[in-house]
């Protein structure tokens, strides 16, 4: 019998740093890929996007569910950056969160109180009713498919967010900057805060695998090269050698393309910087009117300034969290990760992201001038631009007979939809529940993606539950949340 590796083999180094290996043909009894049935593992993600769909005041709800429903739907703006994807990912509209004002003023199953928000992080997430405060009152989907599906893996969940701060120095988030909750040992349901440094996110996954019991001169040594950023594959480097020599020429490649992209992940994680925090102050005096030809923000504001505000390139952190999981997942060392873009009722400055003068919670409040809910959906887009590229990349990863999104659910969701605000009793409110929208992308289980589908006010957790089981969840309640939405799989 020739050699054959675990696919829980780990490419070991000095003091016993190691680095997961993607499926090869050597883990599979030597068989090529197209004849194994290697049965890989389920996969679950969820994104999410603190903004609601639409604008104050602005009659049009949207411009991301398409006008057509069923197949060969139609892009908008919001939707754009799916493109060639849309075949892999389903949009799901016309849901809904119920509220108090519904039920006689009390808050209803998976439902929240008439204020909006941080009252809908917990029907939102976990399909239980707002509890009151800014928590959810039962564990969410992440940590329910964590316990089902994670078996061995090194890290049960992975739990990121883009958004590195705040940006208020006036306030708190209060809640808003969290998207997962379990139960703990007590019963109790807690918070699992999210990793925001792509750094100490690179390290825990690829370079701290140094066990209890090396000698403090080992330790010393291992800690310096990190520190100066000595890549972490120099130090396995010859358990590589050792073992490129018992590969084929297929393995070759893909072990050579997953060290290419760990080294660039490497090289891109080692250049963030630190946050910049507690910026949203009032600014100095400006001096002189800018020269001719400099930025003017839409309200009248400096660019250039505004360029300095609540951003610290979240653009390049939104990559290195995308490929950080990506890897994560090729090396299964998870299988269920959180990605959260921005935080419920953001204030990221959008400006660097999407040339719009704000931050991202006011595009649904005051926007562009005339047309609130075109600013919103840029805004949208920026974050389903992320979303889009995760999707490409596990299709993009070859693994048994297919690729690595026909074993994954991933869900897309935002903070809120558009139109009555029971709180103010206003119509067309970005401060809404009503005529909200989910995208599901992959085909674990049976899912069948590509497909608009509008409901008859199902709540979103339908849309969880309908993801949990498609990875081998068996259940068919998220919370008080009942269901799953059968067009969504195969029949």
């Known amino acids: 019998m020739g050699t054959r590796l675990s696919r829980r083999h780990l490419l070991r180094g000095l003091g016993g740093i190691g680095i997961g290996l993607p499926l090869m043909e050597i883990m599979l009894d ?3 890929f197209a004849q194994s049935s290697p049965n890989p593992p389920k996969r679950y993600m969820v994104f999410f996007d603190g903004q609601s769909l639409g604008g104050d005041d602005d009659p049009i709800h949207n411009q991301f569910v398409p006008n057509t429903i069923g197949r060969n739907y139609d892009l908008k703006t919001a939707l754009v950056p799916l493109g060639a994807l849309k075949d892999d990912v389903s949009v799901i509209s016309n849901l809904k969160i119920p509220w108090a004002g519904e039920n006689g003023g009390s808050v209803p199953a998976g439902g929240r109180r008439d204020a909006f928000h941080v009252n809908t992080i917990s029907p939102l997430l976990s399909g239980m009713r707002d509890p009151g405060g800014t928590r959810c009152d039962g564990p969410t989907s992440d940590q329910l498919v964590a316990n089902a599906i994670a078996g061995s893996t090194a ?6 967010r883009v958004q ?22 007590s019963n109790r349901v807690v918070v699992v805060p999210p990793q925001t440094s792509p750094r100490q996110a690179w390290n825990a996954l690829f370079s701290n695998f140094t066990p209890m019991g090396v000698d403090p001169a080992t330790a010393a040594r291992i800690d310096r090269d990190l520190r100066a950023r000595k890549s972490v594959l120099d130090l396995v480097r010859g358990d590589t050698e050792r073992l490129v020599v018992k590969l084929g020429a297929a393995d070759k490649i893909r072990l050579q393309r997953h060290l290419d992209e760990l080294r660039d992940l490497e090289r891109r994680v080692a250049t963030i910087a630190p946050p910049q925090t507690s910026v949203c102050m009032p600014p100095a005096d400006p001096g002189a ?27 390049q952190r939104a990559l290195l969290f995308v490929d950080l999981i990506h890897l994560a997942m090729v090396c299964d060392l998870t299988r269920v990760a959180t990605l959260q873009l921005t935080m419920f009722q953001s204030h990221l400055n959008m400006f660097s992201l999407t040339q719009q003068a704000t931050d991202c919670h006011e595009l649904g409040h005051h926007g562009i001038p005339g047309s609130t809910t075109a600013a919103v959906s840029g805004g949208i887009a920026w974050h ?19 690729n690595m999104l026909d ?11 558009h139109g009555f605000d029971p709180e103010t009793n ?11 929208a989910v995208l599901l992308a992959g085909r674990a289980g049976g899912l069948q993606p590509g497909q608009h589908v509008r409901t008859n006010q199902l709540h979103p957790a339908n849309v969880l539950v309908t993801a949990m089981k498609a990875v081998g969840v068996q259940t068919d309640t998220l919370g008080e949340v009942t269901g799953d939405i059968p067009q969504l799989r195969m029949q």
């Open 426 to 436: 206003e119509q067309n409110s970005a401060h809404s529940s009503e005529n909200m």
């Open 384 to 402: 389903v631009q992320h979303f889009a590229r995760m999707i490409q990349k596990l299709k993009d990863t070859p693994e048994g007979n297919g």
């Open 407 to 417: 074993n994954s659910a991933l869900v897309f969701l935002t903070e809120g939809g």
């Open 164 to 185: 590195a701060d705040w940006y208020l120095s006036v306030s708190a988030p209060y809640g808003r900057e969290a998207i997962s909750y379990k139960r703990d040992t």
């Open 289 to 315: 009117d800018p020269s001719v030809g400099s930025p003017q923000g839409n309200d009248g504001t400096n660019n250039t300034y505004m360029q300095n505000l609540g951003y610290s390139n979240e653009q």
């Open 30 to 32: 030597g068989k090529a």
């Open 155 to 160: 890290f049960p969940t992975l739990t990121y």
